[in-house]
């Protein structure tokens, strides 16, 4: 039996990028917590298979298209939310893209559209949603950032970096904005989770795996399905306290020293 500081009954949650991966993973983990959810992701066929699969565990969902970099589009999908829902309890901002390159080519377009997906549209996202929790005097955000936005990735990753750096920023001055009247604001910091993605980018490029895995202490990459109790625990009264925090979801990424290694580890010397 589950502890009711869990519990999500009679809560609802708006997830974005629920399509697929962590965000699905996520919605999936609301409902079965016992939220109501509104999936919204770009692409909507995938948003409808996971809106079927809650519904499948007596959950209402509705999954709407949603593409994040476009305002419009994230306002009108929480006036859909006040029409068929009448609540907002929980926010989980996962949608959004990247791109990589050498930043001495880079156009400058290239980093104001990552900053569009991954910075604007969450502040857009936790703005609507911000107005109308603090409206009830409760709710809990969720951003997501990535280890990439604490420390350097490398490899090209500037405007993500870069862009999960503001995320992380955006979620401290947040939840120091809002604390007061009821609404907590937090972050997760995923490293490198399994998904389709990855799993292509690992079968071209074999070596890149073992790059991954050196700076993961525990030896492999994080499941999708894992981003489920960190999530539960931030949209939950179990974290009633808890405000303005970044909590790696790193298997021990960001603990290591950049030098460091650990028994079993592809670069470990001996």
């Not at 604390?179 to 604001?185: E, I």
């Not at 960001?254 to 028994?263: E, V």
Request: charged share 15%.
């Amino acid at each position: 039996m589950s502890h009711p500081l869990f519990s999500l009954a009679g809560k609802v949650a708006l997830v974005s990028g629920a399509a697929s991966g962590m965000g699905r993973q996520m919605a999936i983990g609301f409902a079965e917590a016992g939220a109501d959810v509104l999936l919204a992701d770009i692409n909507l066929p995938g948003a409808e298979r996971t809106s079927a699969d809650i519904t499948a565990l007596g959950r209402r969902a509705m999954a709407v298209k949603c593409d994040v970099s476009n305002v419009a589009q994230i306002r009108s999908t929480f006036e859909l939310l006040d029409k068929e829902f009448g609540r907002i309890d929980v926010l989980g901002n996962v949608a959004g893209e990247g791109k990589t390159g050498p930043p001495e080519e880079m156009p400058v377009e290239v980093v104001q559209q990552v900053f569009q997906n991954l910075v604007f549209g969450r502040f857009v996202m936790c703005q609507e949603g911000g107005r109308r929790m603090l409206q009830q005097g409760r709710g809990s955000i969720i951003n997501f950032g990535s280890i990439g936005g604490w420390n350097s990735l490398g490899r090209g990753h500037m405007p993500y970096g870069m862009s999960m750096a503001a995320v992380i920023q955006m979620t401290r001055e947040l939840s120091t904005q809002w604390a007061a009247r009821g609404v907590r604001v937090n972050c997760i910091l995923p490293a490198q989770v399994w998904n389709d993605g990855l799993r292509a980018r690992v079968k071209t490029t074999p070596a890149v795996l073992d790059t991954f895995l050196g700076g993961i202490p525990m030896g492999r990459l994080g499941e999708p399905e894992e981003i489920k109790g960190p999530a539960i625990f931030l949209a939950s009264e179990a974290s009633s306290f808890v405000t303005g925090m970044a909590l790696p979801m790193d298997g021990g990424n960001l603990a290591m020293n950049a030098g460091g290694t650990y028994p079993g580890s592809p670069r470990a010397s001996g």
